[in-house]
């Protein structure tokens, strides 16, 4: 089912209809699952939930490698807390696939197949405790970047999961800037630490918002069709100019030397990532990409049995007479 609702373009949709569904969209109309919506549509929000599923359960690999080693108890409950928080934010968003129509198992099987993707900042290891701060503190300032404006995204129950999911990022974040302040103000090994994660994970942070708008397939329609709300260069710039204040408050530095406040138009002025090294990474050719896919290969094999079981089950309760009154 996946693989035909992923191809099928949206060539034969009736043009009164899609009319009537743009003004829908135009007048802030939300859409529910079980009415009228154009193909494409569909397919890109079976695209974006699902790769956004994929990246909050991909999301707890580089973090859960830090539980067992977290510096005391209490920052391995609230480690142990986030990443419990992460699976399930995934769940919320397999849950709104679902009701276009995909299941889950079609979702993971496409991820394991390479016919879907997640974040590409999860292909970057952690390598110090000071990751973990700065995977709260700029993965989750861009994630919460990109989602709080998708709580007034146009299909309904998207647009209800990251009502809770930006919530509970928003505590995230708080966690992993808690950490960069505790780091930077220790000892000089620690502050070394804290400045190394920025400079490690400052420009794939900014690569998060997805490639410059000259370069975005998908970001026009998306836009029209109210699926996204900013651009990706626009909320690129909000993060800048929000993190940035932050860095110097932890008195570290932002590894961009042409960095400058842009009094014009009120904004920071600064060096693009590397798009070369974004792409690379998203065909598969990233520090852990072999890593973090095996890993869900490894999930997924292992759970063969569970699913196995809930499905005989459920046969069985469906062939199962039913009771007389």
């Avoid at 969209?25 to 939300?30: L, T």
């Avoid at 359960?57 to 209490?74: D, F, H, K, S």
């Avoid at 000071?130 to 709580?151: E, R, S, T």
Wanted: proline share 5%; aromatic share 10%.
């Amino acid at each position: 089912m996946y693989a035909q609702m992923v191809t099928s373009e949206a060539t034969q949709d009736d043009p009164e209809k899609l009319a009537a569904f743009q003004a829908r969209i135009d007048a802030g109309e939300k859409i529910e699952p079980k009415e009228w919506m154009p193909e494409g549509y569909r397919k890109t929000l079976i695209r974006q939930i699902g790769q956004h599923a994929h990246s909050e359960i991909v999301g707890q690999l580089p973090e859960g490698n830090w539980i067992t080693r977290a510096p005391t108890l209490e920052r391995k409950a609230i480690l142990l807390a986030k990443v419990q928080d992460e699976a399930g934010h995934g769940l919320y968003l397999y849950c709104a696939a679902e009701t276009l129509g995909v299941s889950r198992d079609e979702l993971t099987e496409a991820l394991l197949a390479g016919k879907m993707k997640y974040s590409s900042i999860f292909n970057y290891p952690t390598l110090t405790w000071a990751d973990i701060g700065a995977v709260g503190w700029l993965v989750d300032g861009a994630a919460i970047m990109n989602q709080v404006p998708l709580q007034r995204t146009s299909f309904g129950p998207y647009s209800r999961a990251m009502i809770r999911i930006c919530k509970e990022e928003s505590f995230h974040q708080r966690q992993g800037f808690d950490i960069m302040r505790k780091m930077a103000t220790g000892t000089d090994a620690q502050r070394h630490m804290a400045q190394d994660a920025l400079n490690r994970f400052w420009y794939p942070s900014l690569m998060m918002f997805g490639p410059s708008d000259k370069d975005s397939v998908h970001s026009a329609q998306s836009m029209r069709w109210k699926i996204k709300m900013n651009t990706n260069d626009e909320l690129r710039q909000k993060f800048v100019d929000q993190t940035v204040p932050q860095a110097e408050y932890l008195g570290l530095t932002v590894p961009d030397p042409d960095l400058r406040w842009n009094a014009e138009k009120g904004g920071y002025d600064f060096t693009e990532p590397d798009w070369s090294e974004f792409f690379e990474v998203l065909k598969g050719n990233g520090p852990c990409n072999a890593e973090r896919l095996a890993a869900r290969q490894k999930a997924w094999d292992d759970g063969a049995w569970v699913r196995g079981g809930l499905m005989a089950h459920a046969a069985k309760q469906a062939a199962a007479p039913v009771a007389a009154e």
